[in-house]
C-alpha cells in the first residue's frame, strides 16, 4: 500500500482533475448529438486511457527530470531523487502505463483511429518533458498535451473531428498555459541558473505574470466560442461569468514579490475551474 501511495503521489493523480473533465463533457456533447450511441465501454475506453495516458506522461517527466529535480530546493524531496521509489521502478511503471493506454485504445472498436492515434499522441505526451530544454514556451506544449484530450474523447464517441471538440481544446490551451506560467514562476532564478526555458526565466516573473494573464482572456473568449457554437444555455453562459471572476482571483494570489499563493492558485482554483466546466456543461445539456 505504500508502495501504491508513492506511485499516486509520484504522478500527481489527484491532478488528473485538470484535465478529465474537460474529455468527459466534450463526451457528453457528443453523446447529445441526434445520430449519436452511448455506449458503456467507450466511457470506460476514455477514462482509462485519460488516466493511463496522463501516468505514463507524469512519470516519464518525474525520470527525465530527477537530476534537475534533486538540484532544486523545491522539488528535492520527490519521489525518485528522496530514494522512496527506484528509478528502475519508475521506468517499470512508465512503460505499463503507456502499453496499457494503447491496449485500451480497442474498447472503442469497431472505430479504428482511437488506436491508429494512440501511439503518436503518447510520443507528443512524453515529449512535454523534454520542451524545457529547447523552448522558453514549454507551458503551451504542456497546454497542448491537454488540450488533446477533449479531441480525442470526441473522436472516440463520434470517430471524427468537429469544431466542437476544437473550441473546448482552445479553452484549455490558454487556460493550462497561463496557470503553468504562474505555476513556473517558483523556479524562475533556478531555470536560468541551469539555463533551463520558461516564459518566467525568459521574461521575468512581472512579464510573466502579464502573459498569463492574456492567456487566460484568450481562455474566457474561447468558453464563448464554445457556449455559442455547441449550442448551450445561460446556466453555461452564467457559468463562464463565474469562471471569469476565479481566474481574477486566481491572478489577485500572485505578485512579482509575492508568490506563496502560487499552490493555491494552482490546484485549488483552477480545479473548481475544470470540475465546474463539466457540471455546468451538464447540467445545461440535461437539463434545458
Excluded at 71 to 92: C, D, E, M, Q, Y
Aim: charge should be positive; aromatic fraction near 14%.
Amino acid at each position: 500500500m505504500s508502495s501504491v501511495r508513492h506511485f499516486l503521489e509520484l504522478i500527481r493523480f489527484s491532478h488528473t482533475i485538470f484535465a478529465l473533465p474537460f474529455a468527459l463533457l466534450a463526451a457528453v456533447i457528443a453523446w447529445s448529438q441526434p445520430d449519436s450511441l452511448f455506449r458503456w465501454r467507450d466511457l470506460v475506453g476514455i477514462l482509462v486511457c485519460m488516466v493511463t495516458a496522463r501516468s505514463a506522461a507524469m512519470a516519464f517527466n518525474r525520470l527525465v527530470d530527477r537530476k534537475i529535480d534533486a538540484g532544486n530546493p523545491r522539488t528535492a524531496k520527490r519521489h525518485i531523487p528522496a530514494g522512496l521509489l527506484s528509478v528502475k521502478a519508475v521506468w517499470i511503471f512508465t512503460v505499463g502505463m503507456s502499453i496499457v493506454f494503447v491496449a485500451s485504445t480497442t474498447l472503442f472498436f469497431p472505430k479504428q483511429w482511437p488506436l491508429r492515434l494512440s501511439v503518436p499522441v503518447l510520443l507528443f505526451l512524453l515529449g512535454y518533458s523534454l520542451s524545457k530544454r529547447f523552448t522558453s514556451f514549454c507551458h503551451y506544449w504542456l497546454s497542448t498535451a491537454l488540450m488533446l484530450s477533449p479531441i480525442a474523447a470526441w473522436i472516440a464517441v463520434r470517430d471524427e473531428f468537429s469544431v466542437i471538440p476544437a473550441a473546448l481544446a482552445g479553452v484549455i490551451f490558454f487556460w493550462v498555459g497561463g496557470f503553468d506560467i504562474l505555476y513556473a514562476c517558483q523556479d524562475a532564478d533556478f531555470d536560468r541558473s541551469q539555463k533551463l526555458n520558461s516564459i518566467p526565466a525568459k521574461y521575468g516573473i512581472r512579464s510573466a505574470l502579464r502573459i498569463a494573464f492574456v492567456s487566460h482572456l484568450l481562455t474566457i473568449a474561447m468558453l464563448l466560442v464554445l457556449w455559442k457554437i455547441a449550442g448551450l444555455g445561460w446556466i453555461f453562459l452564467a457559468g463562464i461569468i463565474l469562471i471569469s471572476l476565479l481566474l481574477l482571483y486566481e491572478h489577485s494570489l500572485v505578485r512579482p514579490d509575492d508568490l506563496t499563493r502560487v499552490n493555491i492558485a494552482f490546484f485549488n482554483v483552477n480545479a473548481i475551474i475544470s470540475f465546474g466546466i463539466l457540471v455546468l456543461g451538464c447540467i445545461d445539456l440535461w437539463i434545458l
